[in-house]
């Protein structure tokens, strides 16, 4: 894995600042945009996908699930292949293997992620889905701290879930810790896709094939339903909510942003979700939610703060 401290510290140019290279800007205002700059990137992306998921809830009545998730990579790969115009030549075979990988992992994590979300309540579905993302700051982190910060983002997830995971259905449960697990993965594939493809390039290929491998599932579930314009038109909005504008985000953020800090920033999936669940499902939140938010809201600032530093300690050249 190439440098993150180098690509963090080499500015917000990825992500197409609008204020890169000014010349009059503050040195200290220049540095403190770079730093947040891939920070901005993941909240922005969370933001996105999980009102998108809200989105797609009233979405699932009319094509189910699995058709919910076929119509959202169909039409973001749609989106992404005539906006990026992706090139197929000059990539070797560990190039196509990432994208292979990628691609499968975010068709893994969505058909799972709503199989789990048919069976069990959203809020909890997204809370074991995140332990994946946990898992994966535990493993990859080097410093101690990070565990410090992913251990308080786990106590505010559990808390989030209510006690419940004994209730909740088991068939469920084990589709969202699975959904958690190809996160995971998707963070690592990810940010290797985003190192060797420019700009959304890789992105939009591993769409494709995230689609490819959903298009059989949804067709046996909701067939011609999948045809129906206003239900196209939701799925629209879902897939550039849920998938097109949160993937790029994300992957332009990964470019820039150690895997464990980004891993750790996950943790606000649960605390957005409820909101979004909130606004748009009318799902009121509980005292002992709102503390859940807090607590995962102050890991997520912990883990931020700490890479800030670190790459403050740095000398220039690094």
Not at 21 to 43: D, H, I
Not at 122 to 127: E, K
Not at 270 to 289: E, K, R
Request: a positive charge; glycine letters at 12%.
């Amino acid at each position: 894995m190439d440098s993150p401290v180098k690509d963090i510290a080499a500015g917000a140019t990825a992500a197409g600042g609008a204020g890169a290279g000014a010349s009059t800007a503050a040195p200290g205002a220049s540095v403190r945009a770079t730093r947040l700059g891939p920070v901005a990137l993941v909240v922005a992306g969370g933001l996105s996908v999980q009102f998108g998921s809200a989105v797609a809830v009233l979405l699932m009545p009319r094509a189910g699930a699995l058709g919910v998730v076929t119509l959202r990579l169909v039409l973001a790969a749609a989106v992404l292949l005539i906006v990026c115009r992706p090139k197929v030549r000059g990539y070797g075979r560990a190039d196509w293997g990432t994208v292979v990988a990628f691609g499968t992992a975010m068709a893994g994590m969505n058909i799972l992620f709503y199989q789990a979300a048919d069976r069990i309540p959203l809020g909890a579905a997204v809370t074991l889905e995140v332990l994946g993302p946990l898992v994966l700051s535990v493993v990859a982190s080097r410093r101690l701290v990070n565990l410090l910060w992913a251990a308080l983002a786990l106590g505010g997830v559990l808390l989030l879930s209510g006690g419940g995971f004994d209730r909740l259905d088991p068939v469920g449960a084990a589709f969202a810790l699975a959904a958690g697990a190809m996160w995971a993965t998707y963070i690592v594939f990810s940010a290797r896709t985003g190192r060797r493809f420019p700009q959304a390039d890789g992105l939009a290929l591993a769409m494709a094939f995230g689609a490819v491998i959903s298009l059989p599932f949804g067709i046996v579930e909701a067939g011609d339903k999948l045809l129906v314009p206003s239900t196209i038109g939701l799925g629209l909005c879902v897939a550039l909510m849920s998938s097109v504008l949160p993937y790029t985000l994300e992957l332009l953020a990964l470019r820039r942003l150690p895997a464990p800090t980004f891993a750790i920033l996950m943790s606000l999936e649960p605390a957005i979700a409820a909101t979004a669940g909130f606004l748009v499902l009318s799902q009121a939140l509980a005292l002992t939610d709102a503390l859940a938010i807090a607590l995962v809201i102050a890991a997520s600032m912990g883990a931020v703060r700490t890479q800030m530093k670190r790459v403050s300690a740095l000398p220039p050249e690094v």
